[in-house]
């Protein structure tokens, strides 16, 4: 297995992953096709199952064992639901699982959900993998890194070709590619090569709901998007992870268009965490077209060149609501390279600024610094673990902007605008209402950042906030306890993690006067 040269380190920290599973026969060094079997009258859902009883798949008790069978069957328009598993191609490397245009394929199920709404990708990891041997070193079947990757595995884990946006995939982890050729096909797109390639070609599927883990190429580690020097490659990709991936150029996603197309590249709420190329683009190569990043987090990638993102030759990057933060390169942009190219930030926090160290234009790149740009820690609530939720402190909540058409909910199937504003990068922080009451036949107030009850008793905070309720006799009265939230006499303090009410009760103080007797 040929690893990228450098002496770049590996790093990588588990992390929660999405998933499910999909398939089809595609032989990257022909580009062959399955046959399409004649279109059935309607559209039918196919079910796979490890539990299937493998005779028509149109049952959970009579789905397939294999994927191949129900993307055999299945036509334009119809659906394949995919049980918890792992899943391999086939018995040989050049074998991928290809995406049938026009069939939508799901994982992340049971294996006995009647609607699709009942399937979670998050607790029914569906695992389309590489290992074709079984021997990678691994982590509930997800390869972390390629360094784990051992023997025989698949070039390319998906394969797409001629699909446009109403082709899905969704809810899966693709894991353990290993596209190490020197050169062609065969060193490109270890987990997904989209082949768009050629006057009135296109590969636009529609991806969502997918983890990238472990993958490894020449270019482009997870995925490879190829609309060079004609053609169209431009997946629509939304709530995405792409962690532990690498390449020479393009750790996790290579793009390549070289004349724009009448549409973009657009990620929505996605994460590239601890990628890793040895030359150019730690998490994404991209040249000669236009890409949109929308709640975008990059977290922890390395290259030479642009530790996050090289941006090359005349290209236009649009980031609008991104973090940057973390990334590092050893030559040029710890968090971007942007060479002959050119970068439109809008309400994104960039690494040292927009115009600080974080972006190298040394090679006639270009940017506009339209609003609400910023610089500070994002304040992770567990970086080193992977956890790139924002704590109720981060000056990324509540600066970003509402963005028309982006994605309704975040990458944890939050609403995307909670309170006032959307917040940066691919989470949105949940907040809470805590409401505090006066009680008992006594006087009294209750103090803390926001409230001031006999006033306002009523404060929103964000998910995490640390907040500490001060109750505050009026004169020749006392302060008997808390109730709800918090109990005792002494402050309440309490961590905002759901809505909270708390009640402090006041009484009035009463003093004894005896009588004075004075002799006469």
């Not at 169209?232 to 070289?258: C, K």
């Not at 809008?346 to 690494?351: G, K, W």
């Not at 009850?453 to 020749?476: K, R």
């Amino acid at each position: 297995m040929k690893l990228a040269t450098s002496n770049l380190s590996w790093r990588l920290s588990p992390i929660i992953l999405i998933t499910a599973v999909l398939t089809l026969f595609f032989t990257p060094l022909t580009s062959a096709q399955q046959p399409v079997p004649n279109k059935v009258t309607g559209a039918t859902i196919y079910y796979v199952s490890p539990n299937g009883n493998d005779t028509d798949g149109l049952t959970w008790n009579t789905a397939f064992t294999s994927i191949w069978d129900a993307i055999t069957a299945a036509n334009f328009g119809d659906e394949i639901w995919v049980a918890a598993g792992s899943y391999i191609p086939g018995n040989a490397a050049n074998v991928s699982f290809n995406l049938k245009s026009g069939v939508a394929m799901y994982g992340g199920f049971v294996g006995n959900e009647m609607q699709r709404e009942q399937r979670d990708w998050f607790t029914n990891p569906t695992i389309l993998t590489g290992d074709l041997g079984g021997d990678d070193a691994n982590s509930n079947g997800i390869v972390l890194s390629p360094s784990d990757i051992v023997g025989t595995n698949s070039i390319h884990v998906v394969t797409a070709q001629a699909v446009t946006e109403n082709t899905v995939l969704d809810g899966f982890v693709i894991t353990a590619g290993n596209a190490s050729a020197s050169s062609g096909l065969n060193s490109r797109g270890g987990g997904f090569y989209c082949a768009g390639s050629g006057e009135g070609n296109q590969c636009n599927p529609t991806l969502s709901n997918i983890q990238f883990s472990g993958n490894y190429a020449g270019t482009g580690g997870a995925m490879y998007l190829d609309g060079n020097p004609t053609g169209e490659s431009h997946p629509t990709l939304t709530n995405i992870i792409f962690s532990g991936n690498v390449a020479d150029y393009g750790g996790a996603i290579y793009h390549a268009e070289q004349y724009q197309s009448t549409d973009n590249l657009k990620l929505t709420n996605v994460i590239f965490l601890e990628n890793t190329a040895s030359e150019s683009g730690g998490a994404i190569y991209h040249y000669g077209s236009i890409m949109s990043l929308t709640n975008v987090t990059f977290y922890q990638n390395l290259a030479a060149r642009g530790g996050a993102i090289a941006n090359d030759i005349a290209t236009d990057l649009i980031m609008t609501n991104v973090i940057l933060w973390g990334n590092s390169a050893t030559d040029l942009g710890m968090a971007i390279f942007n060479g002959y190219s050119h970068i439109e930030l809008t309400s994104s926090l960039v690494q040292g600024g927009v115009n600080g160290p974080g972006i190298d234009n040394s090679e006639g790149g270009t940017i506009t610094d339209v609003e609400g740009n910023i610089a500070g820690d994002p304040l992770f609530v567990d970086a080193a673990n992977g956890n790139l939720r924002l704590q109720a402190e981060s000056p990324a909540i509540d600066t970003g902007i509402n963005v028309l058409n982006s994605a309704p909910t975040d990458l944890d199937g939050n609403p995307r605008i909670i309170h006032v504003r959307t917040d940066m990068g691919a989470y949105e922080t949940p907040f809470y209402t805590l409401t505090v009451s006066v009680a008992g036949s006594g006087n009294g107030a209750v103090n803390a950042t926001g409230i001031g009850c006999g006033g306002d008793c009523t404060e929103s905070y964000a998910h995490g906030a640390q907040i500490i309720l001060t109750a505050v006799p009026e004169p020749n009265n006392a302060f008997s306890g808390w109730s709800g939230g918090c109990s005792g006499t002494g402050d309440c303090e309490l961590t905002i993690t759901a809505d909270t009410a708390v009640s402090a009760t006041f009484s009035p103080e009463y003093r004894l006067y005896l009588p004075t007797v004075i002799k006469p």
